[in-house]
Nanobody
Framework: VQLQACGGGLVQPGGSARLSCAISGALFEVNVMAWHRQAPGKQREFVTL???????DYADSVKGRFTISRDNTNNTMSLQMSSLKPEDTAVYYC??????????????WGHGTQVTVSS
């Protein structure tokens, strides 16, 4: 299973950006899809997740500014980020869990994509 994230880059404060993540090689059901981020000198933190039924959770720091979506047919997800702040600067990682009958749940991470919010 591979997760390929793209998007991000340099964005001005107050601006918008869109991240995408494509999951390939999944032979079983893709369950939760999520984004985490890691700012310089800080631990990786949860940003948002979306379940297969489309319900989503958000970290308080991004609620109302970020929107996660997914395409279950193509195993892709996107993160629309708006009203970006310098503190949103981080490497953003896509994450997923895949349910395998019998063995259970497996977790996978993408390599990350940089988002820098600066003027």
């Amino acid at each position: 299973v591979q997760l390929q994230a793209c998007g991000g880059g340099l964005v001005q404060p107050g601006g918008s950006a869109r991240l995408s993540c494509a999951i390939s090689g999944a032979l079983f059901e893709v369950n939760v899809m999520a984004w985490h981020r890691q700012a310089p000198g800080k631990q990786r933190e949860f940003v948002t997740l979306i379940r297969k039924d489309g319900s989503a959770d958000y970290a308080d720091s991004v609620k109302g500014r970020f929107t996660i979506s997914r395409d279950n047919t193509n195993n892709t997800m996107s993160l629309q980020m708006s009203s970006l702040k310098p503190e949103d600067t981080a490497v953003y990682y896509c994450y997923t869990t895949i349910l395998v009958p019998g063995p259970g749940k497996f977790e996978y991470w993408g390599h990350g994509t940089q988002v820098t919010v600066s003027s």
